[in-house]
């Protein structure tokens, strides 16, 4: 029988963080819950969606689908404490890593000036077998170097105009849910508050027509066994970037 992972616990000596992915209801699969922890304990959270998720939905069209889901993002950030989500509206199911990528993420970074900048799991898998989605990975590629793109002044620079300047005070980017977490923070008492999160994507769960799908056993199922790593009932597990030398 193969020993379960052990965790170490996340730091929370941070302030101001920023959570970064490519579509709405990326953070609701475990992490808003651990946001609902952060925001309760008075921290910044402000989430970024690199598109709507216009793609979606199969049975509606992206010129309907867009503006119903990030409201549904809207609701369910706020759920958990967030009253800060922005919509870069690039192009859902077809965002490449690559400059252009880097570029819009350094500019929210510069503007919001987080100490941390969160993604989810950007691997190529979630642990198994099946591949993850294209746009996530390229999302969490290009916020690692997004975040050292915003502290070099000659990089972009173009941004730096009407008082932005340069923000090189990123300690590390957060993976959620990566396959080779290392860390996690628990989520025991704010679980329920990030079920309700889920919950608010009503549209997007419906389209995916999964029946009998619960999204507080879903949930469960993810947050247990992160519970298990740190000795807890349920805990949200991360992979941790270190930036800077040493």
Same mark, same amino acid.
């Given at each position: 029988?193969?020993?379960?992972?052990?965790?170490? $616990?996340?730091?929370?000596?941070?302030?101001?963080?920023? *959570?970064?992915?490519?579509?709405?209801?990326?953070?609701?699969?475990?992490? #808003?819950?651990?946001?609902?922890?952060?925001?309760?304990?008075?921290?910044?959270?402000?989430?970024?969606?690199?598109?709507?998720?216009?793609?979606?939905?199969?049975?509606?069209?992206?010129?309907?689908?867009?503006?119903?889901? !990030?409201?549904?993002?809207?609701?369910?950030?706020?759920?958990?404490?967030?009253?800060?989500?922005?919509?870069?509206?690039?192009?859902?199911?077809?965002? !490449?890593?690559?400059?252009?990528?880097?570029?819009? /993420?350094?500019?929210?970074?510069?503007?919001? &000036?987080?100490?941390?900048?969160?993604?989810?799991?950007?691997?190529?898998? *979630?642990?198994?077998?099946?591949?993850? &989605?294209?746009?996530? /990975?390229?999302?969490?590629?290009?916020?690692?170097?997004?975040?050292?793109?915003?502290?070099?002044?000659?990089?972009? $620079?173009?941004?730096?105009?009407?008082?932005?300047?340069?923000?090189?005070?990123?300690? #590390?980017?957060?993976?959620?849910?990566?396959?080779?977490?290392?860390?996690?923070?628990?989520?025991?008492?704010?679980? &329920?508050?990030?079920?309700?999160?889920?919950?608010?994507?009503?549209?997007?769960?419906?389209?995916?027509?999964? !029946?009998?799908?619960?999204? !507080?056993?879903?949930?469960?199922?993810?947050?247990?066994?992160?519970?298990?790593?740190?000795?807890?009932?349920?805990?949200?597990?991360?992979?941790?970037?270190?930036?800077?030398?040493?």
């Amino acid at each position: 029988m193969a020993t379960p992972p052990s965790f170490e $616990p996340l730091p929370e000596d941070w302030q101001t963080a920023l *959570f970064v992915v490519a579509h709405p209801d990326d953070i609701e699969y475990g992490g #808003a819950a651990a946001v609902a922890r952060w925001t309760g304990q008075g921290k910044r959270v402000v989430y970024c969606m690199v598109t709507s998720g216009e793609a979606g939905i199969d049975g509606i069209h992206p010129d309907e689908s867009g503006p119903l889901r !990030e409201a549904e993002e809207i609701a369910s950030a706020h759920v958990v404490g967030v009253d800060e989500v922005e919509f870069l509206r690039l192009s859902d199911g077809t965002l !490449e890593y690559g400059v252009e990528l880097r570029r819009a /993420i350094a500019e929210v970074v510069r503007r919001h &000036q987080p100490d941390i900048a969160m993604t989810i799991n950007f691997r190529e898998t *979630f642990g198994g077998a099946n591949l993850n &989605q294209a746009d996530h /990975i390229a999302v969490g590629r290009a916020l690692l170097d997004a975040v050292r793109d915003a502290g070099n002044r000659w990089i972009f $620079p173009e941004q730096l105009t009407d008082g932005l300047e340069p923000w090189g005070g990123v300690r #590390a980017v957060w993976s959620g849910s990566s396959p080779q977490a290392t860390h996690a923070v628990d989520v025991t008492e704010t679980f &329920q508050a990030g079920v309700a999160s889920l919950k608010e994507h009503r549209a997007y769960i419906e389209g995916l027509g999964w !029946e009998g799908w619960d999204p !507080e056993e879903f949930l469960d199922g993810i947050l247990r066994g992160g519970g298990q790593g740190l000795g807890v009932t349920h805990a949200a597990t991360f992979e941790v970037f270190p930036l800077g030398w040493g």
